[in-house]
């Protein structure tokens, strides 16, 4: 049991390590992703050593070092925890009618269509964004354009289609391909029947993995140039979606603050999406930001479809008149984060990433 402690606390001192390596390969980026699991493993291994000591003269060292990495981690997650002291709002008479909405990763190759869609009637949401979507599940959503006649789809067979569905009137939308030709972002603009504008966005950047992309350049120059465009919006913004990030990494930090939005994640829960069949190893990688004018009432995730990912749920309103009490949330960009911001927008136009453009199960 010794050895196993040692090894255990090496080790996690290694998954604390990596990720201050600002490198973008895959080993580097995907101990992010666990820093729930690290933190849990960190306070499991402490208290086991105090049940397996064998008197090492640098027992007290080991368990320094642990309690070193469990108040680091802690420091981090802490935020995104209802301890962390965040002003909550309610509607006001002049807010907007509250919208409802459900993004949710379908994952292409599952068949089970109509327990998604048994989830979009008994939910009733305003409008849903589906990532991984291909022919076979456009063909599956068909019933519901009756009750959602506003749509924007991108029919893709490479587990990067999206399609977005609302009752609410799009007044305008497209496509875009900000860093590689087969991974697209929507941008639609809507506006609700009391008159309130908003712009929704939806986002599924190519994870960082040994399976998928190597490094995280296409990743992090996708939403980073999603960001630069939502700073030319004047109109409260909303962006959804598989961010295939978490929000404590220096690059979903990095997107917040140079698009100016603020995360609903912190002072609420963690919201883990991924995956739905391992609760113990479970991520939070579906993400959301939004602008001042944004509140959000409810963030939550919904149960199991049949996907790899839980989908999630929001309930939000807008208010005019309360946006400059939760602009105060808001981090700015400092002139050098806006310069690395920059370059890896570039890093991730010239990454090439080799995706097939049809996708089968393996």
């Not at 709002?89 to 190759?109: C, G, R």
Request: hydrophobic share 35%.
């Amino acid at each position: 049991m010794w050895t196993a402690y040692l090894i255990l606390t090496v080790l996690l001192l290694i998954l604390t390590i990596l990720p201050k390596i600002q490198h973008s390969h895959w080993i580097f980026r995907v101990p992010e992703f666990g820093k729930i699991q690290i933190t849990f493993f960190t306070l499991f291994t402490l208290l086991l050593g105090f049940a397996v000591s064998d008197e090492s003269q640098y027992f007290w060292y080991y368990q320094g070092l642990l309690l070193l990495i469990l108040i680091h981690h802690s420091v981090i997650l802490v935020k995104y925890t209802p301890v962390y002291p965040v002003k909550k709002f309610t509607p006001k008479y002049q807010s907007s009618e509250k919208v409802h909405f459900i993004s949710a990763n379908v994952y292409q190759f599952n068949k089970e269509y109509h327990r998604f869609i048994e989830l979009i009637e008994k939910h009733k949401p305003e409008m849903f964004l589906t990532m991984e979507s291909n022919k076979d599940w456009e063909k599956a959503l068909q019933p519901l354009e009756k009750d959602y006649p506003y749509h924007h789809k991108v029919t893709l067979e490479n587990t990067y289609g999206m399609h977005f569905y609302s009752k609410i009137k799009i007044e305008n939308s497209q496509t875009h391909f900000f860093v590689a030709d087969d991974i697209p972002s929507i941008e639609a603009h809507l506006k609700t029947e009391d008159g309130y504008s908003f712009v929704f966005f939806g986002v599924h950047p190519p994870p960082p993995s040994p399976t998928e992309e190597e490094t995280s350049k296409e990743r992090d120059g996708d939403l980073l140039s999603t960001a630069r465009r939502i700073i030319e919006i004047k109109k409260p913004v909303i962006v959804v979606g598989d961010f295939n990030n978490v929000a404590w990494s220096k690059s979903s930090i990095l997107f917040r603050k140079t698009s100016h939005l603020i995360d609903p994640r912190i002072g609420h829960s963690f919201v883990s999406t991924f995956h739905a069949n391992y609760r113990l190893l479970r991520f939070p990688i579906d993400l959301m930001f939004h602008s001042e004018e944004i509140f959000i009432d409810q963030l939550k995730t919904l149960p199991s479809f049949g996907s790899d990912h839980l989908p999630v749920y929001c309930e939000f309103f807008i208010d005019y008149e309360q946006e400059e009490k939760q602009s105060e949330r808001i981090d700015y960009a400092t002139q050098e984060e806006k310069e690395q911001a920059r370059e890896m927008i570039e890093e991730g136009k010239k990454e090439d990433g080799e995706r097939d453009t049809v996708v089968t199960e393996d």
